[in-house]
Every structure is written in C-alpha cells, then in structure tokens.
C-alpha cells in the first residue's frame, strides 16, 4: 500500500483552494491514467486513510467517481480494483481529439494575428533546438504548449476545458508514442506543417494534416498497448 500512497501523494496538492474530497479524487485519477499505479492493483481505503492520514469520506468519495469514470472497479468481497486506460479508451479519446484539434485549430487559424504566428514559429525553433540536443523531456513539454497555444488562440474557452479533462490521458499518449527520436522527429515535421497551414490559411489541408498526425499516433499507441497486453499475458 505504501508505494500507491507514494504515488497517490505526489499528485496530490493540498495548497490549492479546492475541497479535500475534489484534490483526492484528482490526484488518484492522475495516478492512475499516468500508469503510476498499474492495472490490477487493489486500493485499500482503510489502509491509504491511514497512512496519509487523510480521513476515509474524501477517499470513498474520490473512488465513487473513479469507478463512475470506469478507471477503477469495485468488486464485491475485493475492493477497488484498477482497470487504467483500455485499448477502447485509446480509441474513444483519440476520437474525441480528433474532432477537437480540427476544431481549435481551424478557429485558432482564423482568430490569430502576426505577432500570434510568430509566437507559434519561436516555439517550435525552440523544439526543434531542444530535439537536436536531444532532451527529450523538454521536447515532450514543448509538444503540450504547441498543442495548448493553439487552444488558447482558439478564444474558445469552453472547448480549452473539455481538453483539460482529458490532460492526463493525452501526456500518457504523448509519452508512450514520441519517446523515440524518430517519431519526435515527425511530431514535429508535422508539427512545422500544421504551423504552415494555419499561416497560409489553408483549411482542407489542415483538417487533412491534423487528422492524419493523430491517427499515425494512435496506431502507434494500440500496437503498444496490445504489445503490453501480450507480454503481461492479461
């Protein structure tokens, strides 16, 4: 139990001005699409209360609705069970991404001024001299802010937050599929093309480019999933 409350307390942020129950739940969500608990683990509510002493009606509260959002299973005469994120998961969110970043993006494309695509160019000059050096964690960082500076540009609020609901899921992804030099090497060819569309005002092409990219990311990330699945015999 001791290693998911190592887990679970480093997510876990009691310096924001949010009820406990809501900080508990957030952190176990992260926890567990981040893969830093793994699937098939027990949670003990009495033994994690303890231990973090944390009293047990945030904790129960925070496990309703991981197991509302299917991340955890109660079995009856067990507990709580990890499920993580599945293979339809993978598939249902990249769905959804999909249509999000063709539509942040066409928006964003029409909203942005000369000093907003010369914002854009500066940091992807600054990923592409992080890759060449190779540091890999910062180019990863990179990715997100290209992708969040297009939401921010979009000036649709609303759409920003459904994508942060979904934050955890996408670095999981981002992480899983663009470790390789070679594939952050075509994230980001394709990241400079993308950047060339907007620029040129160019909607077909866009709409194309972003729904290839993200396709060519989540076949990678099935054929890692099921590797895993193989070699976990589950």
């Not at 000093?115 to 190779?134: G, P, Q, Y």
């Amino acid at each position: 139990m001791s290693t998911i409350s190592e887990a679970v307390g480093k997510n876990l942020d009691l310096s924001l001005n949010e009820p406990l129950k809501e900080l508990v739940y957030k952190a176990f969500r992260k926890t567990i699409i981040l893969g830093e608990i793994s699937a098939g683990q027990r949670i003990n509510e009495k033994e994690f209360s303890e231990v973090m002493n944390i009293s047990r009606t945030p904790i129960r509260y925070a496990l309703q609705k991981l197991v509302e959002e299917d991340l955890v299973d109660h079995v009856p005469g067990v507990g709580i069970i990890v499920k993580g994120i599945s293979i339809n998961d993978a598939h249902e969110i990249y769905a959804i991404r999909k249509s999000l970043d063709v539509l942040a993006t066409l928006t964003a494309m029409k909203e942005m001024t000369e000093e907003d695509f010369a914002e854009l160019k500066a940091l992807l000059e600054e990923t592409d001299r992080l890759n060449e050096a190779n540091e890999i964690d910062q180019v990863l960082q990179k990715f997100s802010d290209f992708n969040e500076l297009i939401y921010e540009k979009s000036q649709m609020r609303r759409l920003k937050s459904i994508v942060m609901k979904l934050r955890e899921y996408l670095i999981y992804f981002r992480d899983i599929s663009i470790r390789s030099k070679e594939r952050r090497d075509k994230a980001l060819k394709e990241h400079w093309l993308i950047y060339h569309c907007m620029l040129n005002q160019e909607k077909e092409q866009l709409e194309l480019l972003i729904t290839e990219h993200l396709t060519y990311s989540q076949t990678f990330i099935i054929k890692e999933m099921e590797k895993h699945l193989n070699d976990t015999g589950k």
